[in-house]
């Protein structure tokens, strides 16, 4: 019983995503003019209307009206703004029309009754454009040209001075006293070889000791008094 409400409920969780998923690949759908439809004078300014909403790329616009009596031309830009209703870009005169946006950018809207038009029955919608993040790479780095070298100054040879000689150095006299030429100078390096000889003589002691205490704790159980 658990297993089946469990199935049940994970199938709807599917259908709901898949639903969600394909309205919004399809996008969203717009009533011009709400419960008054596509009219003379609608409750709020159409132009109004559009600017509270924001529309997208795969949105879908929905007019509503009489047919036969009206219809919706979709124009360019100057034919807007002077209600020329001679040369539509596009025009839909079934009663229930609807308009899907297939780019982002401007689109306007005007009725087929220039009259109408005049009145304002009329709709202009931008439509948003999807924004992505532009990578811009790091400007590459020069190195700084190195300034000139400068030329090395001319060299004037010049008349040396004459040298003068130094008088000669005399030995200073100990007044009469003999000095021992051991004193003074360093004695030869100590040699390690008595050191080493020392403590190796050490080690050897330790280890025979070290050997006789093993030796008396594993056969002192066994000797016999």
């Not at 609608?42 to 509503?64: G, I, M, Q």
């Not at 030995?171 to 360093?186: L, N, R, T």
């Not at 050997?211 to 016999?224: A, E, R, T």
Request: charged share 15%; aromatic share 12%; proline share 10%.
């Amino acid at each position: 019983m658990g297993s089946q409400i469990f199935h049940r409920c994970f199938m709807v969780l599917i259908i709901t995503a898949s639903a969600w998923l394909i309205t919004a690949s399809e996008g969203y759908k717009f009533y011009v003019g709400g419960r008054d439809g596509w009219v003379v004078n609608p409750k709020e300014n159409f132009n109004h209307w559009a600017e509270r909403n924001r529309f997208s790329v795969n949105d879908t616009l929905f007019f509503r009206y009489n047919k036969g009596s009206d219809s919706v031309l979709v124009v360019k830009k100057e034919d807007y703004f002077s209600c020329n209703t001679t040369n539509p870009i596009q025009s839909m005169m079934d009663g229930d029309s609807e308009f899907k946006f297939d780019r982002f950018g401007p689109f306007f809207f005007i009725t087929g009754n220039a009259d109408n038009c005049n009145k304002g029955q009329k709709l202009i919608v931008v439509v948003m454009a999807v924004r992505h993040k532009h990578y811009y790479p790091p400007k590459p780095t020069y190195p700084s040209p190195s300034p000139p070298s400068s030329s090395p100054a001319p060299v004037i040879d010049s008349p040396l001075p004459p040298s003068v000689s130094s008088p000669p150095s005399e030995s200073p006299e100990a007044g009469g006293i003999d000095v021992p030429s051991g004193i003074g100078s360093p004695g030869p390096a100590p040699t390690l070889h008595k050191n080493f000889g020392s403590l190796r003589s050490e080690l050897s002691t330790l280890l025979v000791v070290a050997l006789s205490l093993v030796v008396i704790v594993v056969l002192g159980p066994f000797s016999v008094v």
